[in-house]
């Protein structure tokens, strides 16, 4: 279960101590979460946080599994969720304590900054590994995102990045020890909430103007194993 709590201007979500993975009940506990900090008056800032060895391992495959007539519209809830949250009209920090793999990398990717526990956890794009190929909103995020060679790199070998790798190569924007991860996170948002909300708003949406369309761009999505189909 996701949790919200407030440290003065900065909203901190909690997305849990489990695998975080995604599915219809959790990007609907998430939306519902965000909704509150849009609403909320005066100045702030987002830092989205976890507990345990995990951020988020990304999509619920078995859910997905279980559920092949509903996987092409829970597709466009997550497509939204990444949309939402690299738009969003405030400054956004993801506060990544554990493994980030996956749907769930391009979650914190769609945050303004991440800060990555220095000496455990990995950030991962396994697609390649697992059989499951990118949808074009996906890959037009994750290169706006991240620096062109990085890209190739996390995409084509599924490379398991540590939180001094990551930052070597432009993944993240900082490394924090064990504890020291979700404050350090704080305070970079903090320093950022007084920025007017509809300014921001405008420039993020019109710096990502192509990333958003591309994530509302109807597909359906490829299953392991499968051809991806070609849609423009």
Same mark, same amino acid.
């Given at each position: 279960?996701?949790?919200? =709590? !407030?440290?003065?201007?900065?909203?901190?979500?909690?997305?849990?101590?489990?695998?975080?993975?995604?599915?219809?009940?959790?990007?609907?506990?998430?939306?519902?979460?965000?909704?509150?900090?849009?609403?909320?008056?005066?100045?702030?800032? &987002?830092?989205?946080?976890?507990?345990?060895?995990?951020?988020?391992?990304?999509?619920?495959?078995?859910?997905?599994?279980?559920? @092949?007539?509903?996987?092409?519209?829970?597709?466009?809830?997550?497509?939204?969720?990444?949309?939402?949250?690299?738009? @969003?009209?405030?400054?956004?920090?993801?506060?990544?304590?554990?493994? =980030?793999?996956?749907?769930?990398?391009? &979650?914190?990717?769609?945050?303004?900054?991440?800060?990555?526990?220095?000496?455990?956890?990995?950030?991962?794009?396994?697609?390649?590994?697992?059989?499951?190929?990118?949808?074009?909103?996906? =890959?037009? @995020?994750?290169?706006?995102?991240?620096?062109?060679?990085?890209?190739?790199?996390?995409? =084509?070998?599924?490379?398991?990045?540590?939180?001094?790798?990551?930052?070597?190569?432009?993944?993240?924007?900082?490394?924090?020890?064990?504890?020291?991860?979700?404050?350090?996170?704080?305070?970079?948002?903090?320093?950022?909430?007084?920025?007017?909300?509809?300014?921001?708003?405008? *420039?993020? $949406?019109?710096?990502?103007?192509?990333? &958003?369309?591309? &994530?509302? *761009?109807?597909? !359906?999505?490829?299953?392991?194993? $499968?051809?991806?189909?070609?849609?423009?």
């Amino acid at each position: 279960m996701a949790d919200l =709590t !407030r440290d003065g201007e900065v909203f901190v979500l909690d997305l849990g101590d489990g695998e975080n993975r995604f599915n219809p009940g959790s990007i609907g506990e998430l939306n519902q979460l965000l909704d509150e900090v849009v609403a909320a008056p005066g100045p702030k800032a &987002l830092v989205t946080s976890a507990r345990g060895r995990i951020w988020s391992n990304g999509l619920d495959l078995a859910w997905m599994v279980g559920n @092949l007539g509903e996987v092409d519209q829970f597709l466009v809830q997550v497509h939204e969720l990444f949309a939402r949250v690299l738009s @969003l009209p405030l400054p956004t920090v993801a506060a990544l304590q554990g493994h =980030t793999f996956a749907a769930g990398a391009m &979650l914190a990717l769609a945050h303004d900054q991440q800060v990555m526990r220095a000496d455990r956890g990995y950030f991962c794009l396994p697609e390649v590994d697992i059989d499951f190929s990118f949808t074009i909103g996906m =890959t037009e @995020l994750l290169k706006a995102r991240l620096p062109v060679r990085a890209a190739h790199e996390a995409m =084509t070998t599924g490379r398991r990045y540590g939180g001094h790798d990551a930052l070597a190569i432009g993944i993240i924007d900082a490394v924090a020890d064990e504890g020291k991860v979700l404050p350090a996170a704080v305070d970079a948002a903090r320093a950022l909430a007084g920025k007017p909300a509809g300014t921001l708003g405008a *420039i993020k $949406s019109r710096m990502y103007a192509d990333v &958003l369309a591309a &994530l509302r *761009i109807p597909e !359906r999505i490829v299953m392991p194993g $499968s051809a991806p189909p070609i849609q423009r």
